[in-house]
């Protein structure tokens, strides 16, 4: 599975950005689909993932602002994120666990939240 994210950027403080992951082939029988992030100096930390029955979980940090969806007609799995603070700074990468093949990586898409 190739993963293809896009949509970060430069954003203030208090704003909203959304992540697109496009996967080349279906999605619809992948296990789990997720953002994962790396902040400089950091390691690679969960951030939302979505099961094949759509069941969610979240990091605490951001729990209420960030909402995860996974569109299987577009074979992409999506990341709203609002109410975006400077300490959310990091590269996301999105993720596929796929069974039986195992776990693919996007190239990861850098978010800059700063004033």
């Known amino acids: 599975v190739q993963l293809q994210a896009s949509g970060g950027g430069l954003v203030q403080p208090g704003g909203s950005l959304r992540l697109s992951c496009a996967a080349s082939?279906?999605?619809?029988?992948?296990?789990?689909l997720g953002w994962y992030r790396q902040a400089p100096g950091k390691q690679r930390e969960l951030v939302a993932i979505?099961?094949?029955?759509?069941?969610?979980n979240y990091a605490d940090s951001v729990k209420g602002r960030f909402t995860i969806s996974r569109d299987n007609a577009k074979n992409s799995v999506n990341l709203q994120m609002n109410s975006l603070k400077p300490e959310d700074t990091a590269v996301y990468y999105c993720?596929?666990?796929?069974?039986?093949?195992?776990?693919?990586w996007g190239q990861g898409t850098l978010v800059t939240v700063s004033s």
């Open positions: 082939e279906s999605v619809a029988n992948i296990r789990i």
């Open positions: 979505i099961t094949s029955k759509y069941n969610t």
């Open positions: 993720y596929a666990n796929k069974v039986p093949s195992g776990e693919y």
